[in-house]
Nanobody, 120 residues
């Protein structure tokens, strides 16, 4: 069993900042990558940012220069610092982790989602 627990969502005004956190726990052998996806009402889930165990990062074009992903490998935790937030960033944000539960088997795991609302 693997659990991803997210925190840090909420309501913020345009131009404001929020920091999301996600901690992975359970039967983890090795984490390959962790990341954040989001889904707005009526839209498909989309990638926001990912970070590998080696520290390589990838961002959606829409958040480059505004969001920063980071990871604490010792705590199996990933963070998403979101600055200069816009109304179009409003969505449910989901944490994702691609990891091995033993030396051979890997899979994708998801958190329960946390709501981010950007509105005045």
């Amino acid at each position: 069993q693997v659990q991803l627990v997210e925190s840090g969502g909420g309501l913020v005004q345009p131009g404001g900042s929020l920091r999301l956190s996600c901690a992975a726990s359970g039967s983890i052998f090795r984490i390959i990558a962790m990341g954040w996806y989001r889904q707005a009402p009526g839209e498909q889930r989309e990638l926001v940012a990912t970070v590998t165990s080696g520290g390589s990062t990838m961002y959606a074009d829409s958040v480059k220069g505004r969001f920063a992903i980071s990871r604490d490998n010792a705590k199996n935790t990933v963070y998403l610092q979101m600055n200069s937030l816009k109304p179009e960033d409003t969505a449910v944000y989901y944490c994702n982790s691609r990891l091995y539960t033993d030396p051979k088997d890997w899979d994708d795991y998801w958190g329960q989602g946390t709501q981010v609302t950007v509105s005045s």
